[in-house]
């Protein structure tokens, strides 16, 4: 914290800030790549896009699902720790995973809180010792994934808002934790935390944490597509 206090909970951004590239774009590569997601069911999944640009701009480009649809969990659960472990070994950016380490081994409960699949985002958060996760849930029918989520997906206001149920289960306020984010989307959370980090930040995001002081963690930008 800007007093040298220890925060009461540190909330960390997966893409672009604890990883150096996108990972639910890797996924989707490598289940290509794998032949559990056909050509057609990966050209319908993009047709999605161009049927609604509106959410696009306003959800981000993580919105869309689509891909899953059909597909069994016990596979996506399968191929996702196969994916993660790749993350693991070449996607990890150093400087964010060594202050997740430092400030859970003085006590400060770690949360990795992305929009990307839990089923990546957990086997990664077990690897740099995250303390809770909270990430996009894929809706289940029939036991087969249906394209949707349940809950919410945690991006922009959104993250902010899951951000303020967990402090409110324990007690705590949002000035008394820290924060780390790469993207514009991210400035929610960040402008309610009490301590934010830029890590590699687009070009407004750096604008943002410079006027309000924030700590800048230099580095290439990470861009969704």
Not at 96 to 111: A, D, Y
Request: some cysteine; hydrophobic content about 40%; aromatic content about 8%.
């Amino acid at each position: 914290m800007p007093d040298g206090t220890l925060p009461a909970m540190y909330f960390v951004d997966l893409d672009g800030t604890l990883l150096s590239t996108s990972s639910e774009k890797c996924f989707l590569k490598h289940l290509l790549k794998k032949g559990i997601l056909s050509p057609p069911a990966f050209f319908r999944f993009l047709s999605f896009y161009l049927r609604s640009p509106g959410r696009t701009i306003r959800e981000g480009k993580g919105w869309n699902r689509n891909y899953l649809t059909g597909i069994p969990p016990e596979v996506i659960k399968r191929e996702a720790a196969i994916c993660a472990g790749e993350l693991i070994k070449n996607s990890l950016r150093s400087w964010t995973v060594q202050s997740i380490r430092e400030l859970n081994n003085r006590g400060c409960e770690t949360v990795l809180l992305s929009a990307s699949l839990d089923q990546i985002v957990a086997g990664i958060a077990e690897d740099v010792s995250i303390d809770l996760i909270l990430a996009s849930s894929p809706a289940i029918l029939n036991n087969r994934f249906t394209g949707r989520l349940n809950d919410l997906r945690p991006w922009g206001k959104s993250k902010a808002e899951l951000m303020r149920r967990i402090c409110d289960q324990r007690g705590i306020e949002p000035l008394n934790c820290a924060t780390a984010g790469d993207s514009w989307a991210d400035r929610f959370i960040m402008n309610e935390c009490g301590c934010s980090i830029a890590v590699c930040p687009d070009r407004k995001l750096r604008k943002l944490a410079v006027s309000r002081n924030w700590r800048i963690v230099e580095g290439r930008h990470t861009k969704w597509a």
